[in-house]
């Protein structure tokens, strides 16, 4: 076993490291083969559609990267989940956060006005 693979079975809780920390390490493990299992469906579906070539195409490809190369696929699947939930938080907070109630006296001044207006439009 060369070097890059026992460092990257140990982090993913192949044989100590990380797994001592982490009190349901094989869950979650399994959780991480499960979500990379739904993204390989997802991604050969979206390319190929339905049938027998795409189907021995998602068992390939599956074997692969949840047997064979897990200790590859298995931190980019969690460096992919990170980078897709920071910008969908990131688009959360420019969507939701500061574009009606931002931080300021202006802010505060166009809240205000928002709730005055409300409030005259119930008394017509």
């Known amino acids: 076993m060369g070097f890059i693979q026992m460092a990257f079975g140990s982090m993913l809780g192949m044989g100590g490291g990380l797994c ?26 979206g390319h190929l559609g339905g049938g027998m070539v795409a189907t021995i195409v998602m068992l390939f490809i599956g074997y692969l990267a949840l047997f064979q190369y897990f200790y590859v696929f298995g931190p980019m699947t969690i460096v992919y989940l990170l980078i897709i939930m920071g910008i969908g938080g990131m688009v959360q907070d420019l969507a939701f956060g500061s574009s009606m109630y931002g931080a300021g006296p202006e802010a505060e001044a166009q809240q205000n006005n928002l709730v005055a207006r409300m409030m005259a439009g119930r008394e017509e």
Do not use: A, S
């Open 20 to 45: 001592t920390l982490i009190p349901y390490c094989n869950l979650v493990i399994l959780g991480l083969k499960i979500v990379m299992l739904l993204f390989i469906i997802g991604w050969v579906r």
